[in-house]
């Protein structure tokens, strides 16, 4: 009988905001039954900055670099989204060398976040031998980014109305050179996610996530790709420099993670390719034109395509040379509950492969607000109200 | 299925050397684009003050003792400086540039992070915190 009652119950595992598997503040409740998930609820915030009061005070300039520092990994995608929000503000039109430019750092920049998750995501699986040569084939492309803009992270390659430095003959031969020793390197890679046995069993059929469900919970970036769900903003809504060098969207039908594995693998054929592009038929010309300091009064949305997924900037301006209101959707907000969802029914150790996943970054996406006071009023939206709400909002906007 | 893919990786590696170096006695020389300490050249400044008002970690002052006569210092404080080079690109009149072998800047000493950059006269009376007419800050 009490061994009856011992196996009925449930039990309640807390993870985090510290703890040795998270390298970032997070909270999770992991409700156990045995060794089974049965249910988990996340709780995020621990890293909020206040970022968007922070810019409110800054001018519009000052505020680039404030952006960029919002990811150190994917900062420089954070700045591009910026960039283009403002100056399509402006009505600023950047010359065609300075985009292709802003593009080539994008795919550099892509290349070593595909890297270092393939690697953190080779650690949480317990395989440090792929975490350990996969961050030194890394090196390589943070060394390119260091030969260009001077700084192996934050690499401040924008200004508003283009970028700050040129590339030579020299760079651009260092960089063929790296990407050639890098292909050859991703090839061994994608056979060794693909076909070696032990890892396959940590990845194997982990974390199925079907094509409508990537689509129900609204997942975005290599996450959704590895569930077939076509979704890549360079693709659907090309921006800057990839009107003239187009992305083909990579995609994976499987859905589990070595699905993941293999798409962010696959993708980096891919920005080898927009590279070598890039280098062989740079436009010449100016590398920026004249920005004003006041930036007209007006709003705009920008989306790009981050390395983790969709970014999206909302930018308002008041005509004064500080902006009214910035707000910033990163990818991994949108991630977030796909993770909830999967862990269910899998066992409690695959948990964190199925958070490293989706390339989480805590700090990233700490800057959503619910209200939720305790007199019972909650501040919340359906999805119907919001999606009539942005019908709304476009008529009004272009009557 | 194949088991132990990664064995070659481990195997070629014994054979190799460490692809990591020993700093501080071996050194990787620096790419030209490096952003290191900043420094200032007066010559050509006309006080606009856009290095200052621009800067994003309020690292830089522009303290104007006379604009007509175009006295200026240029007070810097390196512990604040991001390196974005966001200064050396708003100064119309290319009074700013980076050091690309200035890079070390580590101190136990607190006043290596406060340089001022100007006529020697002028920096020392401010250093002195001697009393100045009619001084103009940009910050």
């Known amino acids: 009988m009490m061994e009856k009652k011992i ?19 997070s909270h999770f409740r992991i409700t156990v039954d045995g060794e089974i ?48 929000g403002v100056e399509q503000l402006a009505g600023v039109e950047v010359p065609p060398r300075a985009q292709a430019i802003r593009v080539l750092t994008a795919e550099l920049e892509r290349i070593h976040s595909h890297f270092l998750w393939v690697g953190v995501a080779a650690h949480e699986a317990g395989f440090d031998t792929l975490f350990m040569y996969i961050w030194r084939d890394r090196e390589t492309v943070m060394d ?42 991703t090839n061994h890679y994608l056979d060794v996610v693909s076909n ?64 993941r594995f293999v798409v962010r693998i696959k993708e980096l054929f891919e920005s080898y390719r927009l590279i070598r592009l890039i280098l062989d038929t740079l436009p010449s010309g100016d590398l920026e034109t004249r920005m004003p300091r006041r930036i007209k009064e007006g709003e705009t949305v920008c989306r790009v395509e981050a390395p983790r997924g969709e970014l999206f900037y909302f930018i308002k301006s008041n005509g004064t040379d500080m902006p009214e209101r910035i707000k910033i959707r990163t990818p991994t907000i949108c991630n977030m509950t796909s993770v909830v969802k999967l862990v269910i029914g899998h066992q409690l150790a695959d ?22 006071r305790s007199d019972g009023y909650k501040q919340q939206w359906t999805w119907e109200a919001l999606r009539q709400h942005g019908i709304d909002y476009y008529h009004e906007q272009h009557s | 299925m194949k088991i132990g893919i990664m064995i070659s990786d481990i195997s070629n590696s014994l054979f190799r050397r460490p692809i990591t170096e020993l700093y501080p006695f071996e050194r990787r020389e620096t790419p030209e684009s490096l952003r290191g300490m900043l420094h200032w050249n007066s010559e050509n400044c006309t006080g606009c003050g856009l290095c200052a008002k621009d800067c994003p970690a309020n690292a830089i002052d522009l303290i104007v003792l006379d604009k007509k006569a175009k006295r200026f210092v240029l007070s810097y404080h390196p512990d604040r400086c991001t390196f974005c080079a966001q200064c050396v690109h708003s100064c119309r009149q290319g009074c700013l540039e980076m050091s690309n072998e200035e890079w070390e800047l580590a101190s136990l000493d607190k006043d290596q992070f406060h340089v001022l950059y100007g006529v020697k006269e002028d920096v020392e009376n401010i250093l002195a915190g001697s009393p100045l007419p009619d001084v103009d800050r940009i910050e």
């Open chain 1, 196 to 259: 070696d046995a032990m890892f396959l069993q940590r990845t194997s059929g982990i974390g199925v996530m079907t094509r409508n469900q990537a689509e129900v919970l609204g997942t975005v970036g290599p996450t959704a790709r590895a569930s077939n769900v076509a979704r890549d903003v360079r693709v659907e809504a090309p921006y800057g420099a990839y009107f003239d060098y187009p992305a083909n969207i990579v995609l994976e039908e499987r859905g589990d993670l070595t699905a």
């Open chain 1, 7 to 25: 196996m009925d119950e449930t039990f309640t595992v807390p993870i985090g905001p510290q703890h040795p598997a998270l390298k970032e503040p």
């Open chain 1, 37 to 84: 998930v049965t249910n988990a609820v996340v709780r995020l915030g621990y890293a909020h900055r206040g970022i968007e009061k922070a810019v409110e005070g800054r001018n519009w300039i000052q505020n680039l670099y404030m952006l960029e520092r919002i990811c150190g990994i994917c900062s420089h995608i954070h700045a591009t989204a910026y960039c283009l």
């Open chain 1, 351 to 372: 948990v964190p492969m199925i958070l490293v996943g989706i390339d989480p970054c805590f700090s990233c996406n700490d800057r959503m607000v619910i209200l939720d």
């Open chain 1, 144 to 185: 390119l980014l260091e030969t260009l803009s001077g700084n192996r992270v934050n690499y401040s390659v924008n200004i508003l109305g283009g970028v700050k430095f040129d590339i030579n003959e020299e760079q651009a031969d260092a960089i063929r050179k790296g990407l050639d020793y890098l292909e050859e390197r």
